[in-house]
């Protein structure tokens, strides 16, 4: 074999094994075997000039080419090999891509912790529609057809005809008590029920209004049940809500829909009774309404108000929420503001 004859053998055998090889190690081996100092093409080279002369120019011209195409086929399989062993497909060391969970609102939230203070009692949760009739908002709740809170002012009105003319008009309820209306039209007593819910009032905005806002409401019937298992219960469930040591008042007050009717006060937390800005000087602060159920709703709803007795409550969720986490604005709640609801745990 001739020394062109061997150059265009190592041509192909070179090409053949730069095509296969896969890591920088076989690389570094096949660079030693076609371009070391002992490889074959570098014997080429050095015996040139023991040659006879014609071949000489000839020899020497294919085997620089040889050398310069091995050269580039080096270089450039280095970068491919090299990318692909510095780069694996899955970096196990980097921090993992955090998962966005959710959570409750904080309304939410509060309203589960008002009602696991009651259904270790007893008390089944209820829910009811958003959209009501007069006759459940308004008249089996005693309140006279001439209160004020009957305007339009005071109650959102839904401009839709009634499927029920003889219930009256379409309203969104100001407040859950129908819950307990229907409840009471479809349950004989025994009963106790908490009713969580949206209510809806058309106040402008402003730091303690909102035209919708969350109640919980309660109601416990029996053919004995007392005033003083109201406090009994309400006192319990105020002192889970806000901590054993808590102090409550109830203050003598007016609702149609029970008598005798009271507010119920804690003790301010904040400045133990001395006043502070948070109870506005006062030293309690205004939880919730009660009384016990009046005569005339158990008539509308077929009860005989000789023969049970009950007692029903109120109170607002955002109040409480306000409260506990110590904010001053009630929009907060319904902004959605990503910087304030990651604020509240899961
Ligand atoms: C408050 C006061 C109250 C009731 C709600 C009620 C419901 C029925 C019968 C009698 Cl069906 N009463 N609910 C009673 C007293 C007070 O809420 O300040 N709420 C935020």
């Given amino acids: 074999m001739d020394a062109l004859q061997e150059l265009e053998q190592l041509r192909a055998e070179a090409t053949a094994a730069f095509g296969q090889v896969a890591s920088p190690d076989e690389l570094e081996r096949l660079r030693v075997r076609f371009l070391g100092r002992k490889s074959r093409l570098t014997e080429v080279l050095r015996s040139l000039p023991q040659l006879p002369p014609e071949q000489r120019a000839a020899v020497g011209k294919r085997g620089n080419e040889l050398k310069t195409f091995l050269e580039t086929s080096l270089a450039a399989k280095r970068q491919t090999v090299a990318a692909g062993s510095q780069a694996p497909a899955i970096d196990f060391t980097l921090p993992g891509l955090a998962v966005p969970v959710g959570r409750l609102h904080p309304i939410t939230q509060t309203t589960h912790a008002i009602i696991s203070c009651f259904t270790p009692m007893g008390f089944e949760v209820v829910e009811g529609p958003e959209v009501e009739f007069e006759a459940y908002n308004f008249d089996a709740l005693n309140i006279p057809k001439d209160h004020p809170s009957r305007e339009a002012f005071d109650t959102f009105f839904v401009d839709l005809p009634s499927p029920q003319p003889s ?143 009950g007692f029903a409550f109120g109170m607002g969720v955002e109040r409480i929420a306000m409260l506990q986490h110590r904010l001053t604005d009630i929009r907060l709640f319904f902004e959605n503001d990503l910087r304030f609801l990651e604020q509240f745990s899961r």
């Avoid at 006192?235 to 806000?242: G, M, S, Y």
């Avoid at 109830?250 to 301010?268: K, L, N």
């Avoid at 133990?272 to 009660?290: A, D, H, P, V």
Wanted: net charge positive; proline share 8%.
């Fill in 167 to 309: 219930k009256g008009r379409l309203v969104l309820r100001s407040h859950t008590s129908p819950v307990q209306i229907r409840v009471m039209e479809h349950c004989r007593p025994p009963l106790r029920v908490v009713v969580p819910g949206k209510v809806f009032r058309p106040d402008p905005l402003d730091p303690s209004h909102s035209f919708m806002f969350h109640q919980v409401e309660g109601l416990m019937v029996d053919e004995r049940t007392s005033f003083a298992d109201l406090k009994g219960v309400l006192e319990q469930v105020l002192k889970t809500l806000f901590g054993a040591k808590t102090l409550t008042r109830f203050r003598p007050h007016f609702f149609s829909f029970t008598e005798p009717s009271a507010e119920v006060d804690i003790a301010c937390a904040a400045c133990r009774g001395t006043g502070c800005s948070t109870c506005g000087q006062k030293g309690w602060l205004e939880i919730m309404g009660c009384g016990m159920v009046h005569p005339n709703v158990f008539k509308a709803v077929g009860y005989d108000p000789r023969a049970v007795q």
